[in-house]
Nanobody, 115 residues
Framework: QVQLVESGGGLVQPGGSLRLSCAAS????????MGWYRQVSGKQRELVAD???????NYEDSVKGRFTNSRDNAKSTVYLQMNSLKPEDTAVYYC?????????WGKGTLVTVSS
């Protein structure tokens, strides 16, 4: 089975940076698009960024220019570098692997941006 484990969340001040990591196991990692989603209480989970098997990236407009998605296939790990963080970025961030019609999710890591 696919297992995804996020890490790197925490409390940061506005304007600060964090790097999230998602370690994957149980699949041939390099074959699949990986995504980062975030969710605030009472709201739907939303796509933040994704990265395809051939390293193409896409970003939600509000994070474009601030966040960078990358992957290291040798380590079966995807990263989300988050710079210039804003309070609006506060959420639980989830790692996702799209495997055909089946999505796999990590348990999430909390990012809090606050003074």
């Amino acid at each position: 089975q696919v297992q995804l484990v996020e890490s790197g969340g925490g409390l940061v001040q506005p304007g600060g940076s964090l790097r999230l990591s998602c370690a994957a196991s149980g699949s041939t990692f390099r074959f699949y698009t990986m995504g980062w989603y975030r969710q605030v209480s009472g709201k739907q989970r939303e796509l933040v960024a994704d990265i395809t098997s051939d390293y193409k990236t896409n970003y939600e407009d509000s994070v474009k220019g601030r966040f960078t998605n990358s992957r290291d296939n040798a380590k079966s790990t995807v990263y989300l570098q988050m710079n210039s963080l804003k309070p609006e970025d506060t959420a639980v961030y989830y790692c996702n692997q799209a495997m055909g019609a089946m999505n796999h999710w990590g348990k999430g890591t909390l990012v809090t941006v606050s003074s």
